[in-house]
């Protein structure tokens, strides 16, 4: 565990002094604060769209950090070689894998809440009052953030930084549409097809588990089950592909 | 002595690109090196070195064979502890400065925070970059990350060092001082194993030495055992002798001035060349008997087809 955490130091360091982090936050913050301007424009509740712009940019930044840091993560050790004299020390590979993988966790917890407290902050001076909810929201979207970063390391350790961004945006994306075959499936009848389609819905990632935002912003209530069975999924799904990481990883010969 | 390392019968094979085809780079290797000796490990480019190096690390996976360090395998954390890594060309974190860097591989080793804090400033002292102590890596010239590199080879005080090509980067001072540190590791009863293609320095302070051309080891031994105390031919300078009588005796080259370097092979005949320059009111300006060195041995294996 003690060599887990020195790497996870290690890698929160490199990603705090990457300038891309700093990027992602500029523009995360100036879209929180464009909400505003797009409340002055909108028929509607004024609140409600601050509230689902600043959430949305919440979940968008920190997916673009975990994809774009992450994905660099394991590559980067192995293109510049600076793996060899790591391997070379006394560690496993996967206290390295998981080290680097804790890392990137703890920068973007850091990173969400810097930014939830910031859109708390512009929320309070709109409505003065505190939405606990918001912090809710933040959660399921650290755990989204979490499973992100997981698969965009896994996907580094085999691939470019561009064909794992191209493939963990794919999983982002697939992610929050692949409850849309759920429609799909409840008007087909039954049968072959519908039986592939509920497989291809099993197998498929669905991000839609983490979304709260909607029952945020309107005030609706969430209940305690859908709560941990999101958390459980998560954890699961974050699980699974730490495994599918370190299987790999362990095998992976650095020629 | 005890074997620090031992190789047997090692053999790694790569697959280039995509094509299913492996191209065998190590086939049967074996070697032993011994507790406190400086061990040279020679090669032309693309010999093997550095992928001996990767299986010795674990950075890369054998095909077939054994090796162990300090008679445990060579992936087990308790021989790793025992061990100092320089790669060839080292990159490393350019967020972290120098003493950052060393600190972090300190801790790797589990080293309490005042011991790290003493370690850092004595390396830093050892190689050199004192000054640098808190400059970014990504600030180095390849020299200064050469000697940094070798700072985090010797964080945990290794029994047993391995140098890649550590004199690479390095200017003629720093040679100097890499040399003086190795020999000094050698005093402290430390193993070096050394890669390199730098002949001279791996004759100026490797106790034993292997010779490794496309993936075979072709010689291994003490140099003194592997290079000829015979001399070879013996180099003459000579002045005011016509180049007609002196090429009866060997091979004679025209030098500056007028004078001629003659290469006399057969050594009973130097004493006829220093009669004939004698003879000829000639000035000899120089006699050197040459022996086999190092270089002669390594081109004589590289060039064997």
């Known amino acids: 565990m003690r060599r887990i955490l020195v790497i996870a130091g290690n890698t929160f360091r490199e990603a705090v002094r990457d300038r891309v982090l700093y990027l992602l936050l500029f523009f995360a913050g100036s879209t929180i604060i464009l909400s505003r301007l797009l409340a002055l424009l909108a028929v509607g509740d004024r609140v409600k769209i601050i509230m689902d712009v600043g959430l949305a940019s919440l979940s968008l930044f920190g997916a673009l950090t975990a994809i774009l840091i992450g994905t660099g993560l394991v590559y980067k050790e192995i293109d510049k070689k600076t793996i060899y004299t790591l391997l070379a020390k006394p560690i496993h590979r996967h206290e390295f894998l998981l080290g680097k993988f804790f890392g990137l966790a703890f920068t973007q917890l850091v990173i969400l809440l810097l930014m939830t407290i910031f859109f708390q902050a512009f929320l309070f001076i709109h409505t003065l009052k505190l939405n606990g909810q918001v912090f809710l929201a933040a959660l399921y979207i650290f755990i989204e953030l979490i499973l992100l970063t997981a698969v965009a390391i896994l996907f580094s350790i085999f691939s470019t930084p561009i064909l794992s961004s191209l493939f963990s945006l794919s999983f982002f994306f697939i992610g929050h549409f692949s409850r849309g075959l759920l429609t799909l499936i409840g008007k087909m009848p039954a049968g072959a097809g519908r039986t592939i389609l509920r497989s291809l819905y099993l197998l498929l990632p669905d991000l839609e588990n983490f979304n709260f935002k909607t029952e945020v912003v309107h005030h609706l209530p969430i209940p305690a089950s859908l709560q941990l069975s999101a958390a459980a999924y998560g954890l699961f799904y974050i699980l699974f592909i730490l495994v599918l990481a370190v299987l790999i990883f362990r095998r992976r010969d650095f020629q | ?305």
């Open chain 2, 1 to 305: 002595m005890a074997a620090v390392l031992k190789i047997e019968h090692l053999r790694k094979s790569y697959s280039p690109g995509f094509i299913p085809h492996k191209k065998e780079i190590l086939k049967d290797v074996s070697l032993e090196v011994e507790a406190g000796e400086i061990f040279g490990y020679l090669g032309p480019n693309g010999a093997g070195k550095t992928t001996t190096l990767k299986c010795l690390l674990g950075v890369s996976f054998p095909d077939s064979g054994t090796i162990s360090l300090f008679g445990q395998p060579y992936h087990s954390l308790k021989a790793k502890e025992r061990i100092g890594y320089l790669p060839e060309s080292p990159y490393f974190y350019d967020h972290l400065t120098a003493a950052e860097f060393l600190d972090f591989y300190g801790r790797l080793f589990a080293l309490g925070q005042a011991e790290r804090a003493e370690r850092v400033a004595g390396l830093l002292r050892l190689v050199g970059l004192e000054q640098a102590a808190d400059l970014r890596l990504r600030k180095f010239s390849r020299g200064m990350l050469q000697r940094v590199g070798l700072a985090q080879a010797l964080i945990n005080r290794p029994d047993l060092l391995f140098l890649d090509e550590p004199m690479g980067g390095l200017d003629p001072v720093g040679r100097k001082e890499l040399r003086d540190i190795i020999l000094q590791l050698k005093q402290e009863g430390r193993t070096v194993f050394l890669c390199s293609h730098i002949l001279q320095d791996i004759e100026m302070i490797c106790d034993r030495v292997a010779i490794l051309v496309a993936g075979r080891i072709m010689k291994a031994g003490r140099l003194r055992d592997l290079i000829s105390e015979k001399v070879l031919f013996t180099e003459l300078e000579i002045e005011g002798v016509g180049r007609a009588e002196l090429e009866k005796f060997g091979e004679c080259l025209t030098g500056r001035d007028g004078r001629f370097l003659l290469k006399v092979f057969d050594q009973g005949r130097v004493g006829v060349v220093l009669e004939l320059v004698r003879d000829r009111r000639g000035r000899l300006h120089s006699l050197l008997p040459r022996t086999q060195t190092l270089e002669d041995l390594f081109m004589g294996m590289v060039k064997q087809p």
